[in-house]
């Protein structure tokens, strides 16, 4: 039978729990310098890796505990050089972030900006590395949350590729459920995060990265924590970290992964959220609602909608949530004009019918 007092979380992370992952939270309490949380450390990083079969053989994986942007801070720290300049791809606001990541750790920046509606502007990218002999890496996001849009990386991979420049990735919203063509796009390394599409809870993250960066690519990080030299020696030595590890959240992200795996893996989770997209797309559709960007430029796992006229977020937001469900705003320029809606985490059926019916009583007639 449905459950009609359950909340539903439709934000891009924290998700909603699946039961089998939320039972693994109450488990027994483990150390994180036993064997046996070696071992899960490297079950885990070994799970992350096959994730994709892309990067199965030629990656290997970090984990450590810290949201996504921890992840992200620590790839830029460990891997963007202090003696060469990165470019960063930015149009939204986790591309912004990154610029400002590199800034405040002091090392050469370019950024290369588009409208946070915008795709990836590809002559000025060309146009910032034939400026900028002294660029050696570019940075770019993934799926850009800020709207939904999942950026075509492929031109961008194809340009790194013919000039020979590291390309690092922000995957945070799209690892597990979007293809990540390691190969065409010639990824050196991704940081993303357990709490979001692959359905684990928020506390750990992770950088996977070519064997050939781990090897050679890592740089003086000018931070204790944030140090991916540290946790790869450690994780591939002796298994441990070099600091306190969210135990709960790794039993959490193992069995997730393992949830994963069972459900058919990231092809499936894909499909899975399309449908989800378009069963809320069709509902919203027919209550005269429209997109921020064209319904093909969005990924699977996010999309924003305009506010209607005389509608604002907080009573979209307020409404939706008496009946259970927590949507999210835009940021910055965005955060009156759009709502955003993630199909992230465990909601069934029972729940999207329930969701149709709050965005009926929402939007029908005002
Ligand atoms: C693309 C992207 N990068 C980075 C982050 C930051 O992740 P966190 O909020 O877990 O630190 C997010 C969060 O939504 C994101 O969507």
Known sequence: MADETRSVLLNPGPVTLSER?????????????????????????????????????????VILTGSGTSAVEAMVASFAPRD???????????????????????????????GWDQP??????????????????????????????????????????????????????SFGAEAIDVEGWNVAAIAATAGKCLHGVPGISFVLARKSLWASGLVEAGSVYLD????????????????????QAAFALREA???????????????????????????LQSLGLTTLLKPEEYSCALWSWLLPDGCSYES?????????????????????????????????????????QAFGDCFDGG
């Not at 150390?31 to 450390?41: D, Q, S, W």
């Not at 991916?228 to 969210?246: I, N, V």
């Open 84 to 114: 060469a300049a990165t470019l960063v791809v930015a149009n939204g606001v986790y591309g912004e972030r990154i610029a400002g990541m590199l800034e405040v750790q002091g090392k050469p920046v370019y950024i290369c900006e588009a």
């Open 120 to 173: 990836i502007n590809m002559p000025a990218v060309a146009a910032e590395l034939d400026q900028h002999a002294d660029i050696s890496h570019v940075i770019a996001v993934h799926h850009e949350t800020t709207t939904g849009r999942l950026n075509d990386l492929g031109p961008l991979g194809e340009l790194c590729k013919e000039r020979k420049l590291t390309l690092l990735l922000d995957c945070v919203s």
């Open 316 to 356: 979209v937001h307020d409404r939706l949530k008496g009946h259970g469900f927590v949507i999210y705003a835009g940021q910055g320029e965005q955060k009156t004009r759009i709502f955003r809606v993630a199909h992230m985490g465990d909601i069934t059926n029972a729940d999207l019918d329930r969701l149709k």
């Open 21 to 61: 992952v939320r039972q693994v939270l109450g488990r027994d309490d483990w150390c994180h310098r036993e064997p046996e949380f070696a071992e899960l450390t490297r079950e885990i990083n070994s799970r992350l890796v096959s994730v994709y079969r892309e990067t199965a053989t030629d990656f290997e994986s």
């Open 228 to 247: 991916l030299s540290a946790y790869h020696r450690g994780q591939h030595g002796s298994g441990y970290s070099p600091f306190t590890q969210s135990v």
């Open 257 to 283: 992964l393992e949830e994963l795996e069972d459900e058919g893996g990231w092809e499936q989770r894909r499909s899975m959220y399309r449908r989800r997209a378009g069963e809320i797309a069709t509902t």
